[in-house]
């Protein structure tokens, strides 16, 4: 059975800093684009970054110069470096890779 579970969300202060980790079992990723979604209350989920296989990245503009997404196959497992965050950036993250969804983790920024 497969599986990605997150960690690493909590409370921060607007500014602050927080690394968010996705750590898959059941079955290897290292071949798979891995990405991170994040939904806000009230609203829609939307794409934040993903990797590929090779380490080619994408990110939403929004996020784009503060937030670092990389990976680590031996893990199998992804990661998002999150830096000088805003209150908007409030939301559940959610990790996914070939259509697999983990149950997500909460990031809260005060202001």
């Known amino acids: 059975q497969v599986h990605l579970v997150e960690s690493g969300g909590g409370l921060v202060q607007a500014g602050g800093s927080l690394r968010l980790s996705c750590t898959a079992s059941?079955?290897?990723?290292?071949?798979?684009?891995m990405g991170w979604f994040r939904q806000a209350p009230g609203k829609e989920r939307e794409f934040v970054a993903n990797?590929?296989?090779?380490?080619?990245?994408t990110y939403a503009d929004s996020v784009k110069g503060r937030f670092t997404i990389s990976r680590d196959n031996a893990k199998n497992a992804v990661y998002l470096q999150m830096n000088s965050l805003k209150p908007e950036d409030t939301a559940v993250y959610f990790c996914t890779s070939n259509s697999y969804w983990g149950q997500g983790t909460r990031v809260t920024v005060s202001s």
């Open positions: 990797i590929d296989w090779n380490g080619g990245t």
């Open positions: 059941g079955r290897t990723f290292s071949w798979d684009t």
